[in-house]
């Protein structure tokens, strides 16, 4: 090794007990904290955006170091996954009335209920995430994550688990987007099944959901 370098033996040695250099062990702690953002960021963070975590942390870094390193270690940040659109409002289902207009208050549990649907990075790749709110204490009580986004897999299931931890004992709204999901016949049934619920959906929008490219 030392032939290839061209560097003396007995400087290796030197080098070798007086081991890592204040440098070599401040390059170390950047690499740990550049991990660490990076994999924060889902692996999508430059070096631009790097310095700048890096900098709230309180580093004293400049953003051509930054580069260096992270070209050093083979961190590259990935292309951010494109908006995907979550809310189909294209359809023929009848939609009921934003009952609700913007009063997001509620006085007991089980009075409104609010409901999106967005995705999420996961060790098994992007699932779509749907979520139920209870308004009165802002608490998820029905989710669930799914590949696909049927009824069947995003709000039917999310449904199930929202009744199940509190039962529509009075009358309940019931708000969300007007997506093919809540406005299926399918859902839509089993809200007519129960005479307490109200139905509110929102004005008529496209919704999407991603990564921030920045």
């Not at 090794?1 to 702690?29: D, I």
């Not at 590259?76 to 995907?84: D, L, N």
């Not at 709204?173 to 929102?202: M, P, T, V, W």
């Amino acid at each position: 090794m030392c032939e290839v370098f061209k560097v003396r033996k007995s400087s290796y040695y030197q080098w070798l007990k007086s081991g890592p250099s204040l440098r070599w062990q401040e390059n170390e702690k950047l690499l740990r904290e550049i991990m660490d953002i990076f994999e924060g960021s889902d692996q999508t963070y430059g070096s631009p955006r790097m310095t700048k975590e890096l900098k709230a942390r309180g580093m004293i870094i400049s953003q051509n170091r930054v580069a260096k390193m992270m070209r050093a270690a083979g961190i590259r940040a990935r292309k951010p996954k494109r908006f995907v659109v979550t809310t189909d409002s294209k359809h023929n289902y009848p939609v009921a009335p934003n009952i609700l207009n913007q009063k997001f208050r509620a006085t007991r549990p089980a009075q409104i209920w609010v409901s999106d649907i967005t995705y999420v990075r996961t060790k098994s790749g992007w699932l779509y995430l749907t979520v139920i709110i209870d308004l009165y204490d802002r608490k998820v009580i029905g989710w669930s994550m799914s590949k696909g986004l049927s009824a069947a897999e995003t709000i039917i299931p999310a449904w199930m688990m929202a009744t199940w931890k509190r039962p529509v004992t009075q009358n309940l709204i019931f708000h969300s987007d007007r997506g093919i999901q809540y406005a299926c016949d399918e859902f839509s049934n089993i809200l007519k099944a129960n005479k307490l619920i109200i139905r509110s959906i929102i004005l008529p929008e496209i919704r999407t959901t991603g990564l921030d490219e920045n």
